[in-house]
């Protein structure tokens, strides 16, 4: 058998700096959510068929060693579909020792078929429901843990001193059964579609990988590889798929684009929580290994070029779009707002009538807590039943305006004035904005990424030259605008498409509207938009959305509503629904009434609208799901209302 079998190397590549991420944040929710990337060195070894030797038996018990309480404990489930020793005898508190798994499983518990088939169903489309079906992720998680439960009994087994060969320990038909690689392939298949999260998926396949590898007695196959590049892809394990990446090459494998965009995957899956919790506070070089991925991506174009696979414009833009996975970096954003809360009750309790936080006292979101209490007009006890409750207080949700708007060279209407001369924090030199965001020190990452897309012009790592198009420019148009670099991103815009003679679309604009948004320059943002109108580039949603978000944050409620307005009445464009919900949202939380309800109005002349002769067949689509959002409806409009101590009466509505 082992002469069959192949071994996956030990060695990995570095995933991500450990203390690159610690510097994110010292919570510990953090540092507790980002363990995966800093358990590269044993855990993302796959031992596949692992050859007997001696120097292998003793890693292997040092490593069961390490590990003894995690294998010799079942996790507690109660699940009609798992084998029947997931029963309360093994899931009852405190019996997690190795007395109590052995009883469990010395019954007739063990039913390999039973667990076979639930794998090979939970990885089929609709699990075998076909079109008509649904997706159902909660079988799919019941049949690989019930599959992971029979590999740790399998394991359990063949750690038993018995007999020197440790696979006449296992039941009979194991390896053409549980430990198949057909099975193994289906069951990482079925973890894909457990619809995890990704930090989860990430334990749960290296978890996986742990279990094959420490029984060693499963073939590596091409099919095997090519699912554990796409698991690990999807997980954000980087170093683990760039080593399947060798290892397939050193087999000999046939090369397919599907692996190598699975490795690219994995840099995009490994950026998700970067982009949900950075720290822009933190420098650009403080900011972790994964903000630049240069050098995972060298080392795919490596393996492609070693494997005879071309590169093309595709798989470059997927390669490109890795140095925006990150989200964006503090020179992008700013903070317009923050939401407080006005206690209706009547006292205090650890605050005073200014607003001024307490000890004991929690604060929502940047905002404070102002423990004075607040009259309600109208109805009171129907409002107040409707209100949020926080330390078991009603309280009025509200939105206080920053007085401070950005610094002037954040703002492009402001450097414009100046000439389009800014000068750079501690220092007293003007120079041009353009200038300075073309510096190395003004963001590392966005020069490495046109750096990357140079290199890819004149042939990286071996490949032939291939030539930018519209999507690369609009993809490094999104790398300026997520590092804050707004008068970059125009100079592609204005300048470096029109001199390759490439015209821009509604993305490229969009993409630049969207970054303006993020700092309210709502004045330069009415330039684009006239630019886009005379140039004829389509106006869509998206582009409406840009600019309430602008209207939005530089405080002009108002504004943001005659907006819609005009867009629909002008362009018949409207807006994600999510957009009217926000427009009311800030009106409500500046005790803006009035502005809320002119809102409420203009849903109610969507809900009355009926197509008319011209009237494009998308545009009527998107009215009649506007009209049928039951987000959108009379209820739950009264609802938001009163979240906000506020009344929508029945005569408001015609």
Known sequence: MSSMVARIPGSCVRLLNARSIRSLSQSSQYLRKNTIHNDCNLE???????????????????????????????????IDSLPPYATQESTEENEGTDCAIKASIQSETYN?????????????????????????PQFCHEAVTAYTHHLRYLLQLKNTPRTI???????????????????????????????LDTHHLSKSVRDLERLIGNIGLTPLTDRLSLRLLEANGKAGNIGRTLSLLNLRKSKGYRP???????AIQ?????????????????????????DNPTRWLDAILVNMNARGVTMDTKMANMMLDCYCSTGRSGKALHYFYKVTREYVDNGSRGGDTNGNVMDGEKGLGDGVGNVEGVR?????????????????????????????????????TDVKLNGDLVKRPNKDELIPRIEWEKEKNFSLSLTAAFAFADSLTHGACGHDPINL?????????KACCYRGALWRAM?????????????????????????????GDKDFMREILTTMTNSNIPLDKYTVQALVDGYLNSGDISGAVTLVQDMFNQHHILPPYTAHLKIIEFALGNDLVYEAKRQVYFIQQLWKYSPREGDSEEFSKVVFLTQKNHKLSELSLKRLFAYFGEELRDEDFF
């Open 266 to 290: 994995s840099i995009v899956s490994a950026g998700l929580y970067l982009r949900k919790n950075r720290n822009i506070f933190l420098k650009e070089s403080q900011q972790p290994e994964i």
């Open 112 to 136: 390999p078929v039973r667990t076979q088939q639930n794998i090979l169903k939970a990885a089929q489309w609709n699990q075998g429901t076909g079109s008509q079906g649904k997706w159902n």
């Open 376 to 412: 309600l007009g109208g109805n009171d006890t129907v409002k107040k039943n409707s209100l949020p409750v926080f330390d078991n207080r009603k309280a009025k949700v509200r939105m206080r305006m920053n007085q401070h708007m950005p610094p002037y060279y954040k703002f492009p």
């Open 165 to 195: 060969d440790a696979q006449s320990q296992l039941p009979p038909n194991a390896s053409q059964t549980l430990l198949s690689s057909h099975t193994t392939e289906r069951a990482l298949k079925a973890m894909i579609k457990m619809n």
């Open 44 to 78: 993302l070894k796959l031992k596949l068929n692992a050859n007997k030797n001696n120097d292998f038996d003793h890693h292997q018990q040092q490593y069961q060693h390490q590990h003894q309480r995690q294998h010799s404990a079942f996790s507690t489930i109660s």
């Open 256 to 262: 397919i684009r599907k692996e190598f965009n699975y």
């Open 469 to 477: 198009d519209l999507t690369s420019w609009n993809i490094l148009i």
């Open 491 to 519: 100079d592609i815009l204005n300048n470096t498409l029109p001199n390759n003679g490439i015209e821009p679309d509604s993305f490229s604009y969009n993409t630049v509207l969207g970054g303006l948004a993020r700092v």
